[in-house]
């Protein structure tokens, strides 16, 4: 006579399955609360597993969160759809104070304040650490002082050789004071 039948897995539910391993025990998982147990045999892995599943669906009556309730269904649907226009009603009012804040604000920044003057530069003293050391001649920064009329004064001026190529174009200062 053949064997009959043994299956080797069994939806339970909406979310229980009942497996039956090679070594012969079987096992319940739960994939709404990952539940797992293991199970000698293949009667009380499946009486168990329709409890458990049992248990979720009081618990979903109790919290009214169950798919078969049309009633609670249709009231969601409708407060959802409320919901959802509400929504779209606030982000229409934000969208358009937005624009008219953008444009009113364009509007007054290009009328309102002349452009910025140059800023002023302040010339920071500064002081050498210690001595000198011997020898060193310091070089004053900056370029030296000028007469009234531009020319350079003082003993520190040197003659400048200026190349043939310059012209009044390329190198103005050759041609500045009359050299």
């Not at 597993?49 to 649907?77: E, G, I, M, P, Q």
């Not at 604000?105 to 011997?134: D, F, L, N, Q, R």
Request: glycine share 6%; with cysteine; hydrophobic share 35%.
């Amino acid at each position: 006579m053949p064997k009959m039948y043994r299956p080797k897995r069994q939806q339970v539910g909406a979310a229980g399955l009942v497996v039956r391993y090679r070594n012969g025990t079987c096992a319940h998982s739960c994939r709404r609360c990952q539940h797992w147990r293991e199970w000698p045999r293949w009667r009380p892995a499946v009486r168990f597993a329709r409890k458990h599943d049992a248990a979720h669906h009081a618990n979903a009556v109790r919290y009214n969160r169950t798919n078969t309730d049309h009633r609670h269904l249709a009231a969601s649907r409708a407060r959802r759809a409320a919901t959802r226009r509400l929504h779209l009603g606030r982000l229409a009012v934000v969208a358009l104070v937005l624009a008219a804040l953008a444009f009113g604000v364009s509007a007054v920044t290009t009328h309102a304040a002349p452009a910025p003057t140059a800023p002023s530069i302040v010339v920071v003293p500064t002081t050498a650490p210690g001595p000198a050391p011997e020898g060193y001649v310091p070089t004053p920064a900056g370029p030296p002082a000028t007469d009234r009329n531009g020319r350079w004064t003082g003993d520190t001026v040197k003659h400048v050789t200026w190349p043939d190529s310059c012209t009044e174009v390329t190198c103005p200062e050759k041609f500045k004071h009359g050299r």
